[in-house]
């Protein structure tokens, strides 16, 4: 069966450190698909990013990066020099790869504080 | 585009009282997703639908729950009789990849559903 771990159930961070969320994921399929969404205080869901298991190239996008590591199956997201706007729970997530239909499979989360 | 529209965006029903939950899914998607997320058990899928048909519900908790997509841009989620357990955030998404390999994967703003 699929499982995403969030181990880090809150963090909190002083204004402008930088903050790594974990994730751990396990799955037998060789086709899969990770995602990191957020949800701030407002409840929606906001999408992050999709990175296919055949992609382990790190990804930045602005303060946002994601290292992906399929030997120790895991999928951390760093966010450098924080804002108080980050402060939300962020979500990982691991898809079953059916055609072109992916029901995700979430971790706990992680509810992150950054304070000014 | 409009996103994926839900309503009602809160809802408070009396136990025993029937619930119905609408989503409306971004035009062109053609997966879409229900999703229940609770304190307890987190985001979990519900059942899901391709070009408007049930592909897997095996995520819908008990005969309470009926889910149906009449039309592709349509779709409901009903609970009958509702029960205070079912108190929850209802997500729907909708989901395409289309030729060019381009990846949509987008949910709605949620139903925050209290039943008493």
């Known amino acids: 069966a699929q499982k995403v771990t969030q181990a880090q159930t809150e963090i909190s961070v002083v204004e402008k450190e930088d903050v790594t969320l974990d994730c751990v994921y396990e799955?037998?399929?060789?086709?899969?698909?990770l995602f990191w969404y957020k949800q701030p205080p407002s409840g929606e869901l906001v999408f992050l990013i999709r990175?296919?298991?055949?992609?382990?190239q790190n990804e930045i996008s602005g303060r946002y990066s994601w290292n992906f590591q399929k030997s120790t199956s895991s999928f951390n997201f760093t966010i450098t020099a924080s804002q108080v706007v980050d402060s939300a729970v962020y979500f990982c997530?691991?898809?079953?790869?059916?055609?072109?239909?992916?029901?995700?499979?979430f971790g706990k989360g992680t509810k992150l504080t950054v304070n000014p | 585009d409009a996103g994926v529209i839900q309503s009602p965006r809160h809802e408070v029903t009396e136990m025993g009282q029937e619930v119905t939950l609408r989503c409306k899914p971004i035009?062109?998607?053609?997966?879409l997703f229900w999703y229940r997320q609770t304190m307890m058990r987190g985001l979990e899928l519900l059942i899901y639908?391709?070009?408007?048909?049930?592909?897997?519900d095996s995520g819908m908790p008990e005969d309470r729950f009926s889910a149906k997509m009449p039309n592709a841009s349509f779709s409901t989620l009903k609970i009958q009789p509702s029960e205070p357990r079912d108190s929850a955030v209802y997500f729907c998404?909708?989901?395409?990849?289309?030729?060019?390999?381009?990846?949509?994967?987008?949910f709605g703003s949620g139903t925050r559903l209290t039943v008493v």
């Open positions: 639908f391709n070009n408007n048909v049930p592909i897997d």
């Open positions: 998404a909708s989901s395409t990849l289309n030729r060019q390999g381009r990846y949509g994967y987008t």
């Open positions: 997530a691991l898809s079953e790869h059916q055609g072109g239909s992916e029901k995700l499979v």
């Open positions: 990175r296919n298991s055949f992609d382990e």
């Open positions: 799955t037998r399929d060789t086709t899969y698909y």
């Open positions: 035009s062109g998607h053609d997966y």
